[in-house]
C-alpha cells in the first residue's frame, strides 16, 4: 500500500513512453497491419476498443497488438496507410523495437573516426581530454581546459556528452562564444554587467544545436525515476529538451547573449564529437531486473552511467528462472555497446557479486564501482622480486655499499601510527660542531626495486596508489616490497633515498642536498610513544634529545608556514575497531593528535618543498610536480555566508587572510566554532593535482593550501607513484641513475601524471563508501543519540555534523512524529535560519547551533541502507524525540574536534593529514543519510 503511488506513477510513466513512440512510428513511414492473435508471449489480450475506422482506400484496419501475429499480414501499398486507433487500441511496431528505448531518429551523433579526430586535433579545431562526470548530477561534466582555455570546459547535457562515460579520453569540439555559461559569482564580484536572461538564453542557444539539458534528471540516485513532472517526460524520452530531441528553434537574436561579458567570466561549452580512448574498466555494479521476455535491463548503482540492455540467454539459468529471488542481489556487467538511436546501452552480464548490504560483496562492489585494480599481482610482476626468503634474507651487496653513503651509525628512528606496516619514512638529527645541526629525512629506496618499463614498474603506474579501505587494503606494489624491503623497521638495514639539511637553531636552511644511503632505524616509534618520550623529562637519551630538537623546530617551521598564509584546515576522522572474528565493526574511534604529528608533517612537507625545487632545478620541462589552484570566489559563498550568520567576519582575499581570520575566529563561549568553519573552509577547496612542469606556466604552480610557490610528493614511494617518478628524477640529478626517454617527455609524463589524479580520486571516493558501508553495519541494531553542531539550514531541514562518529546529514523537520500534519517552517535564507512553529511552541534554529541527534540505519530499502538522523534536542513538540541517553559533554566534544585541527595537503574536496592517511582508514565522508532533495526518500526498490 506505501508503494501504490510510486507504481502508479511508473505505470504511467511506461504507457505514456510506449504511446509517444508508436505514435512517431505512425506518423513517420507507414507500418503493416497485423492480424489478432497471440504473438509469441507478446501482446496477450483484447484491445479496449476493437473499432476501427476504414482508410481512404477503405482498407480495414485494426487495432494492432506489441507483438507479431501468427497470422499472414497485408503488405502496405501507396494507397493503403494505417489510422490511429481510436481509443486506447495500440499501434503496430516493428519487432525490434518492441519494449525497448530505442528510436527511429538518432538520439547521439555518430563518433568521428580516429583518423577524423587526429587530423583535427592537428589543425586545431577539436581539443583532447579526459571526460569528468559529477557523482551527484549526470549532466555537470567537464573537460580539462588545457592550454587553450585558462578553465574547465562545459559538457552541458547528456547529448552533448554524446556516449562517452567519465573517465574517457574524448575529443571535444567547442561551441560558438554565444553559448558559453557565465560565471556569475566571479562576473559580479569583479562588477561586470551579466545580462538578466543569460541562463534563458543559454537554454534557448543550446536547444538551436540540439544540445539542450534535460530539464529534470530522469532518474536519480540508484535507478529511481525522478517525481518531478520534468523527470517524468525525460525518463519517458519525451518533450523538446529530452537528450536528442528536437527542440524549437528560438527567434530570438541568442548570438548577442554574452557579447558584453569578456572571456575572463565565461565557461567554454563543448561537444563530444569522438572516444579516443575508452575508460579501461567498462565493468559496473548495479541490480538486473526483467523487461521482456528476451531481455532484463541492468540498473547500474552509478547514475553517470546508463542502463544496459541484456539479453536473457545470456544470464544464468538460476537468474532467469526466477528473478525476483535475485532482487536484492548486486551483479556485475559491462558495457558492450551503445547505438545512437538508443538511450539505453547494450550490456554483457558478468557475474553475481553477492547480497546487498553484505561486507564482502558491498566492498567488492565499491572496489568495482571506483575501478580499484584489486586482483592478485601476476607472475610477471612477482618476477621482478629479489629472491628473499628465510633461507635467503636480504643483505646489503657490496657494490651498493660503494655506490651510496653509509648511515648506518646515525641515531635514525621512525614516528608512525599504530596501524601503519609501510613504514616508508624515517628521521635523524645530529648537532654539529658549529652549533647548527644536521637533520635528515630518509625515505624508502622503492626505485632500486622498481626498475622503469617492467611489469612491476607498469602495474605499479596503473595502480598509481595504495588504497585503504576500513577493512582491507590494496597495495600498489607487492607486500614483499610494501611490507619488508621498503619498510624501515626497527634494527633492519635498508635503502634510503635520503634529504639531508643543514639547519640553524632558527630553523634557517644553511644547505641542502640529496644521497642515496644505507640506514638502520634505531626505533619504529608510534606517535604516542615519541610523545612520551618528549614530555618524559627524566628521559635524557641522544634518542629523546633528537626527537626534542626536531620538535622545536618543527614548531618554527610551522609558524612561519602559517605566517606565509598556509591553511590550518580540520575534519573529523574516525576509525573502526574490528571483531577479531567477524571482521565487523565493533567500536569507533576519532582520531588522537600529539605534537609528534607535527613533528613528522613538518619535515614531510619540507622535504617535498626542497625536493620539487630540486626537479624542477634540473628538469624544467619533465619535472612532476603537484599544484593547488585557488578556489574560485564562489565555492566561499557557504563559508561566508555562514560565518556571518555567526557573527564572524572572514577574508577569502588570499590563502594568508583566509587563514588570519580563521585564526581569529575566536568567539567567547563558543570553543567549537572556530574548527567548524575550517571543516566548512576545507571543503570549499579545489583538489590538487599532479602535472608535468613543462605543461603548466610557473606562475600557476603554487600550493594554496601550503603557501608553498612549488610543490610535490617525495616522501611516500611505497604507496603513490608519483613519489617513484620523483625519486628517478633526483637520482638523476644528483647522478645516481640514468634518466630514459619516457621520463624526459613532458607530455607522456603530462598523461601519467592525469592518471594519478584519476586514481587518486577513486582511492579517496572508495574510501570514503568503505567508510559509510561499516559506519552503516555499526549501527545495525543500535540506537544512540549523540551531540552535534548545525551546518547548514535548508527549507526543510538543518545539516548536523555529529563529530563523535565523523557522519554529517540533514535532520528534517517537516512532519510531526505521528504523522499527522506538519509544523510551520520560517526559513531565512540570508540570516541562514529556520523557525519552527508547532501548536505549543516556536523554536528558532541557526547555523553552529548545539543539538543532540538519535542515529540509527534506515533499512527501508534493502538495496541501500542510510544513516538517519532525528531531533532530539531541541524539544521540539511532536518533532523531537525524548531524550533517552546521555551524550558526551560539549567540552569533550569540543575538544575532540578541535584537536582534529592540522596542517593539510588538499586532495579533493575533502583533505588529508600528510601522515595519517598513510596509516589508511583515514579520509573523512559525510555519511548518507538521506536524499539532498525536499524530503526524505525510504522507497522499495522497483523490480
Known sequence: RQNNSEYRRDLFVNCVQLQYRYILLTMSEPTTPQRRGRGRGRGRGRSRNSSQQASPANTPQRSHRRGRGRGNSQQPSPATTPQRSQGNSRVSTPRSNQNTPRSRNPIFEEHLSMEEMTQGLEEGKYLKGRLRINTK??????????????????????????????????????????????????????????????????EQALAQLQLAPSQGKGRSHRGRVDQSAAGRMVAAGLGASAPGSPAKPSTAPVTDRVSTVPDAYLQPVAKVVGIFRRSADLAFVGFVRPMNDRKCVFIPRDTRVPRLMLKRTELPAEITSDLDAYEYTLALASLSGWETNSKYAEGSFIKLLGASGAVDAETEAILREYRIPSSEFDDAVMACLPKVDDDHPFTIPEEELAKRRDLRQHRIFSIDPPTARDLDDALHCTKLPNGNYEVGVHIADVSHFIKPNTAMDKEAAKRGTTVYLSNRRIDMVPGLLSSNLCSLRGGEERFAFSCIWEMTPEADIVSTRFTKSIIRSRAALQYSEAQMR??????????????????????????????????????????????????????????????????????????????????????????????????????????????????????????????????????????????????????????????????????????????????????????????????RLLAACIGAEATYPDLLNKDKVASVCDNLNVRNRMAQYAARASLELHT?????????????????????????????????????????????????????????????????????????????????????????????????????????????????????????????????DVTNDDVTSLKGDKAGKKSKKKSKVGSNDSTPKTKKPKQ
Open 534 to 727: 618528549i614530555d618524559d623529562a627524566t628521559d635524557n637519551t641522544n634518542l629523546t634529545v633528537g626527537i626534542r630538537t626536531l620538535n622545536s623546530l618543527a614548531k618554527i617551521l610551522k609558524k612561519r608556514r602559517i605566517q606565509d598564509g598556509a591553511l590550518m584546515l580540520a575534519s573529523t576522522e574516525v576509525r573502526f575497531r574490528m571483531d577479531n572474528e567477524t571482521h565487523d565493526p565493533v567500536d569507533v574511534q576519532l582520531k588522537q593528535t600529539y605534537d609528534t604529528n607535527s613533528l613528522v608533517e613538518e619535515f614531510m612537507l619540507l622535504a617535498n618543498v626542497s625536493s620539487a625545487r630540486e626537479v624542477h632545478r634540473h628538469f624544467p620541462q619533465c619535472a612532476v610536480l603537484r599544484r593547488h589552484p585557488s578556489p574560485p570566489p564562489s565555492n566561499f559563498e557557504p563559508l561566508l555566508k555562514a560565518a556571518a550568520a555567526a557573527g564572524v567576519t572572514l577574508s577569502t582575499a588570499s590563502s594568508k587572510e583566509l587563514a588570519v581570520s580563521l585564526d581569529q575566529a575566536q568567539p567567547v563561549g563558543q570553543p567549537y566554532l572556530s574548527t567548524l568553519l575550517r571543516i566548512l573552509a576545507t571543503r570549499c577547496m579545489l583538489p590538487a593535482k599532479y602535472f608535468s612542469s613543462g605543461t603548466v606556466v610557473q606562475s600557476e604552480f603554487s600550493h594554496y593550501g601550503l603557501a608553498s610557490p612549488i610543490y610535490t610528493h617525495f616522501t611516500s614511494p611505497i604507496r603513490r607513484y608519483a613519489d617513484l617518478l620523483v625519486h
Open 776 to 904: 552503516c553495519i555499526f549501527f545495525r541494531g543500535r540506537v544512540l543519540q549523540r551531540e552535534g553542531y548545525i551546518t547548514r539550514v535548508r527549507k526543510n531541514a538543518v545539516q548536523v555534523l555529529v563529530p563523535a562518529f565523523g557522519l554529517e546529514g540533514p535532520v528534517y523537520l517537516d512532519m510531526l512524529q505521528d504523522g499527522d500534519g506538519a509544523p510551520e517552517l520560517e526559513y531565512d535564507t540570508e540570516a541562514m535560519t529556520l523557525n519552527v512553529v508547532t501548536a505549543k511552541e516556536t523554536t528558532l534554529l541557526r547555523v553552529f547551533d548545539r543539538v543532540i541527534v538519535q542515529i540509527e540505519v534506515d533499512s527501508s530499502n534493502v538495496q541501500q541502507e542510510k544513516m538517519l538522523l532525528r531531533m532530539v534536542q531541541p524539544a521540539i513538540s511532536g518533532v523531537s524525540l525524548p531524550l533517552t541517553q546521555v551524550p558526551d559533554s560539549e567540552a569533550k566534544t569540543s575538544k575532540a574536534i578541535k584537536d582534529s585541527s592540522a596542517s593539510m
Open 137 to 202: 548530477n549526470f549532466e555537470d561534466c567537464y573537460v580539462p581546459g588545457g592550454k587553450a582555455f585558462k578553465r574547465d570546459i562545459s559538457i552541458p547535457s547528456l547529448a552533448a556528452r554524446n556516449r562517452a562515460l567519465d573517465g574517457d579520453i574524448v575529443v571535444v569540439e567547442v561551441l560558438p562564444r554565444h553559448t558559453w555559461r557565465v560565471m556569475h559569482s566571479e562576473a559580479r564580484e569583479a562588477g561586470v554587467d551579466i545580462p538578466a536572461d543569460h541562463m534563458q538564453s543559454l
